[in-house]
C-alpha cells in the first residue's frame, strides 16, 4: 500500500496515459505538475485521503477519458473547467466535501457515460440539460442539497439511461411522466426529497429493478391513485419498491399480491392506507422485507405471511391489526427485525416464537395480548437489543428463565398484570441499561441481585405492590441515572442508599413508607429532580422539602425509660382507638344502609366504598392540590362514561363516594389515582409565585400523542363511543412519569346507547357544552355535539401548548382567533407564533443552525394540525384517528432526530 504524496516530479511523465493509485494512504493535495499529464487517458485516485481542491487546470486534458476522485476529503467546488474535457466517458467524485453548484458545461459532454457526484454537499438546481443527454447510461446526484423541480420532458432524451440516482436532496415538485420514455430504467432513486402529487401511472410501465419514492410528500385518495402500483405487478424483473413515508391514502389494493416472485422488498410504511392485509400476500415467496407499520390497516393478519421463509424483516407496528398472532409466525426463522407493536393483537404470546432464533429485538408492545409469558421467549440466543411486551393485559409469575436474557440491553414488561415476586435471575442479565417492571402486581421485596446489573441506567418499579427495605445493593449500580420506585409498599431509610450514587440525576420515591434523614447532596441537590411525597417518616435540612429536622438519637439508657412509660401509654391508647372505631364503623354501617349510594349503583360493585371522612383525611382536608373541581349535577354523568372506558390515557377511577358531610349536606365525590405532576394548564401558564421548569418539545409532543390517543379512543374504539364534550389543559392532567391522562368526563356524552338515567345525554343539542375558548362555534349556535367538535377543543389546546397562549388571551378581539393567529403564520412565519421560551429550552447554547430547523420543521407540523383540527367548519376538521396518527409520526421523527 501507497503512502505519502503525490509527487510533484510526476508532472514529467508526458507519455503517462493510465494512472491509477486507488485504495491506498495518499495524502496531501492533487499537485498542479499532473496537467502536465497531457496524454493522460484515465486517472483514478479514489479511496485515499486527498485533501484540498480539485485544480481547475485539469480541465486541459482533452484526453481523459475516465477520472475517478471517489472517497476522498476534497474540498471547493466542481470546476468549471471539467466541461472542456471532450473526450470524458465516466466522471466519480463522490464522496467527498464539494460544495457549490454543478457546472453546466458537464452536461454538454458529447461522449458522458458516467457522472457520479453523490454524497458531497452540491447545492443549486440540476442542469436540466443532463436530462437530454443521449449518451448517458448512469446519472448520480444523490445525498447533496440539490433544489428545484425536475423539467416535464426528464427523460424524453435519456434512451439508455440505466440508473438515475437524485435521493436525500430538496428536490420538489411533481416526478415527470416522461420518466417512461427511458425504457432501459433499472434504478430509480427520488428518496428523501419534497416531491408531491400522484404518481403518474406511466411511472409503472418503467418495470426497473429498484424503486425508491420513500419520504416524500406523494399522494393517493382513492383507487384511480394506485393505478401506477398496478403496473408495477406487471413487471418481471422488479425486486425492491420504496413508499415509505409518503401521503398515499385509500383502501391497500388486493393486487399487491401479484407482484413477481422476484420481489425482495415492498415496503408501504408511514402513509395513511386503510383496507386489510391481502391474504395472497404469502405467495410473494422471496419478499425478505415487508414495512407496513404506520398506516390505518385493519382486520387480522394473514397466516400466509408464514409462508414468506426468507422474511428478514417484518414490520406491522402501529395500525389497527387485530386477532392473534398466526401461528405460522413460527417458520419465519431468518427474521432479524419484528414488531407488532401499537396494534390490538388478542390472545397469547406463541410459544412458537422462540423459533425466530435471529432476532435481536422483539417488540409486542400496546396490544391486547393476554396469558403468561411463555417461559421459551426468554431462551432467544440473540436478543441483544429488547424485549417490549409492555402495556399488554398478560398476567402470571414472571419466569425465572428471565435470566437467559443474559445480553439484552432493554427489557420493558411494564403496564401488564403481572404478578408474584421479581426473580433474582434478573441479576444474571448482566447488560442491561434499562429495565422496566412498573405497572403491574409484583409483590415481595425487591431482589437484592438488581445491584449485580452495574450498567443499569433506569430502573422503574414503580405502582406494585413491593414490600420491605430497599436494597442497599442497588448503590453499586454506579451508572444508575434513573431510579422509580413509587406506590410500593417499601420501607427503610435512603441515606445509606444514595450516598456513593453520584451518577443518579432523577427519582421518585414518592408514596413508600421511607424514614430517616434525606441527603442535601447528589441528586437531592435539585428540586427539580426528585420526588419524595407520601413519606411521612422523612426529616432533613432541604429548606423547600418543609420537613422536620431530624433529632439525635437518645442514649440507650434513656431510651429504655423512655420505652418503659410510652409501651403502656400507647397500649392503652390503642385499646381506646380500638373502641371508637367499632363504634363508629357499627354506626357508619347504619348510615350507609339507609342512604342512596346513586354513584356507586352506576359503577358497580368491584369498586370499594368509602366514606367523607376518609376521602377527608386522604387529601389532607381537600387540600386544593389533591382536587379537581366539578358539579353535583355532572357527579352522575362522569359515572357512567368511566365506567364504560378504560385506556392508558384515560383517568383511571378508583372509587366514588356518594353521603353526606358533618354539616348534614350531600357530598358525592369520584376518587382518581393521585397525579403528582397536576395539570398541563399549570406547566403553561404558571402562576407568579411558581417557579416552573418550561416543557420541552419533546415532553409537550408526548402529552398532544397521549391526549391524541385518548381521544381516538373513546370516538373510534369505545363501544358506545364517547364525546368528551370539555377538553382543555386543565382537564388534562400529567403523571410522575409525565404520561398525560384525559380527565373530567362531567359533561361528556355516550353516542347510541341509552344510559338510563333521567336526564343525561337527553336531546340533541344541550347549548353550550364546554368551555369558552374551547368550545367548537356550532355547540353556541345550538348546533348537535359531536366528534367533531372534540377535535376543535384538541386543535385550541394544542395551539395553545406549542404558541403559550390562551384562546381567551387579551390579544385575540375584534376577530383574531388563536386559529387566526397561527394560520396567518403557517408555513413561513412559525417562529414568530411559536412560545420563544420553548425554543430556549431546547438548545440554550446551541446555535447549529440544522437542529433549529429540523426543530422548526416539527413544529411546523404540529401547529398545521391544530389549524386543520380547529376549523370553523365541522365537515373540514381533522378526525382524531388521523390526528392520533400524525402526531405518532411527528414524535416518532423528533425522536430519531438527535436535534429535540
Known sequence: MLSGEIPRTIGRLHRLRHLSLVNNSIVGEIPHEICNCSNLVSMTLGKNQLQGEIPPALGSLSQLQLFYLTTNNLVGGVPPSFGNLSSLARLSLYENKLEGPIPEGLSRLPHLQLIQVARNNLSGAIPPLFFNMSSLQYLGFGSNKLQGSLSSDVGVNLP?????????NHLSGRIPSSFANSTKMQLLSLARNNFHGRVAPEIGKLCPVRVELGSNRLQVHDAEGWEFLRFFTNCTRLQLIDLN?????????GYVANFSRQIQWL????????????SGIGNLVNLNDLELGGNNLHGPIPEGIGRLKNLQILLLQQNDLSGHIPSSFGNLTLLQNFSLSNNRIDGPILKSLANLQQLPSLDLSSNLLTEVIPDEIFGLPFLTDFLSLSNNYLSGVLPRQVGKLKNIASLDLSKNNLSGEIPGTLGDCASLVHLALDDNSFTGSIPPSLGNLRGLSRLNLKKNELSGSIPRELA?????????????????VIQPLFQNS?????????????????PSSSVFANMSRFSLIGNNGLCGSIPELKLPPCQVKPHKQRHKLLLGILLPVAGSAICFCLLVSALFMFKRKITVGRMKIAGLGVLGE???RVSYFEIFEATDGFAPAKLQDGSSRNFLAECTALRRVKHRNLINIITCCSSIDPNGNDFRAIVFDFMPNFFLDRWLHPRADEQWHKLSIVQLLNIAVDAADALDYLHNNSRPSVIHCDLKPSNILLGSDWTAKVADFGLSKLVGEYTGISGFNSGSSVGIRGTIGYVAPEYGLGGQVSVAGDAYSFGITLLEMFTGRAPTDDMFRDGLSLHLFAEMACPDRIPEIIDPALLQVQHPYDDDDARLDNALACLASVIRIGILCSKETPSERMNMENVATELNKIRGAAMESSSL
Open 160 to 168: 439508455i439511461l440505466e440508473e438515475l440516482h437524485l435521493g436525500n
Open 267 to 278: 415496503s408501504m410504511a408511514g402513509n395513511r392506507i386503510t383496507g386489510t392485509i391481502p
Open 502 to 518: 453520584s451518577a443518579l440525576i432523577e427519582l421518585d420515591l414518592s408514596f413508600n413508607h421511607l424514614d430517616g434523614e434525606v
Open 606 to 608: 368491584k369498586y370499594p
Open 476 to 492: 453499586k449500580i454506579n451508572g444508575l441515572q434513573q431510579l422509580y420506585l413509587a406506590q410500593n409498599n417499601l420501607s427503610g
Open 245 to 253: 413515508e409518503n401521503d398515499l391514502g385509500g383502501v391497500l389494493p
